[in-house]
């Protein structure tokens, strides 16, 4: 599903990327590289995600990292000396290539400094904000929403519904048990726009109130800060970004999902990662048919476009 221009319906100028994460599913690989530097083809996961955040207007990124995570923000800042190489080599594609992410928008840093969950994450980004932001964007990196322009939707329920907009997509009955499950309402017709009662984390698919499973895009009203402030430990003993998001709804605040009608790559485990990984080579044509041919022979599959079946 692409997202149709519309007029620009940004409602926030900052973007949280929460990046602090221990990545254990990523162990050893993740005693080195923080995993959101795991390249899919090229290009890390933060990057992509900076880039949606770009394209859907954020003017900043507030990247939250840990302790021995510094190269995170090291990926944003300008090489100078590997820039002027590569420009006295006449490598210009690549110059570009090491050049997008410094210049895609502004970037600052702040320290989550023990790993006490997502909420806690988000939590640390509200010193970053000016007084005057009433609302921010939040996106996992370890969570690719394809095609991009999902916050672009959700800025239009926020600008319509106000309050706070979340994202889902719709899976099977069968895997809802691993995910967090929405429990929602019809909101105005849209079939694609929800209004959301409550959230159920990892039910088994005969209780699950819905097929609607939360993907890591977040539309979050300022009161989120308040709201994670109030609440206590949750599950593994972190605080939960959901916990918050419920109390906001049990506040009466209004909170709306907006259905993704597309592709989602999990970035967070080795298996989704290399889906990710295959799905966009087999997008590049510099590896796409070289990785086909390959993939085929190892899987002892006959190349239909070749053998003359349909
Ligand atoms: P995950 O639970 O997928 O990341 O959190 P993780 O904890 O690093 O991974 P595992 O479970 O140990 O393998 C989703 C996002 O939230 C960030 C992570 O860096 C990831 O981008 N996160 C999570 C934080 O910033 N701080 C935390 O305390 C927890």
Not at 51 to 80: D, I, M, W
Request: hydrophobic share 45%; proline share 7%.
């Amino acid at each position: 599903m692409g997202y149709p221009a519309t007029e620009f319906v940004r409602q926030f100028r900052t973007a949280v990327v929460p990046a602090a994460g221990l990545g254990t599913r990523f162990l050893p690989a993740t005693k080195a590289v923080p995993k959101e530097l795991l390249p899919i083809v090229d290009t890390p996961g933060v990057e992509l995600v900076a880039q949606e955040a770009a394209a859907a207007g954020a003017e900043r990124l507030v990247l939250v990292t840990a302790p021995g995570k510094e190269s995170l923000a090291a990926y944003f800042a300008e090489s100078r000396e590997l820039e002027q190489t590569l420009v006295e080599r006449g490598k210009t594609a690549l110059l570009a290539k090491v050049r997008h992410a410094p210049n895609l928008l502004t970037v600052r840093t702040v320290l989550q400094q023990r790993p006490l969950g997502l909420g806690h994450a988000v939590l640390q980004a509200e010193q970053a904000l000016d007084p005057d932001e009433i609302s921010v964007a939040v996106l996992l990196p370890d969570d690719l929403v394809l095609p991009c322009g999902v916050l672009d939707a959700m800025s239009r329920v926020r600008r319509r519904y106000g309050g706070s907009v979340l994202c889902a997509f719709d899976v099977p009955r069968a895997e809802v048990g691993a995910y967090g499950v929405f429990d929602v309402a019809p909101a105005d017709g849209d079939p694609n726009v929800l209004r959301v009662n409550g959230m159920v984390e990892k039910p088994a698919p005969a209780d699950a109130p819905s097929t609607y499973a939360a993907a890591g895009r977040y539309l979050l009203d300022r009161a989120v800060f308040d709201a994670l402030r109030a609440i206590g430990p949750g599950a593994g003993g972190e605080l939960q970004l959901t916990d918050a998001i419920a109390l906001l709804i049990a506040q009466g605040h209004p909170v709306h999902v907006v259905v993704h009608r597309g592709t989602r790559h999990d970035l967070g485990n080795p298996g989704g990662y290399l889906r990710a990984a295959v799905d966009f080579a087999l997008n590049r044509t510099e590896y796409a048919a070289g990785l086909r041919v390959w993939l085929l022979d190892r899987l002892g599959v006959d190349d239909v476009r070749h053998s003359g079946a349909a």
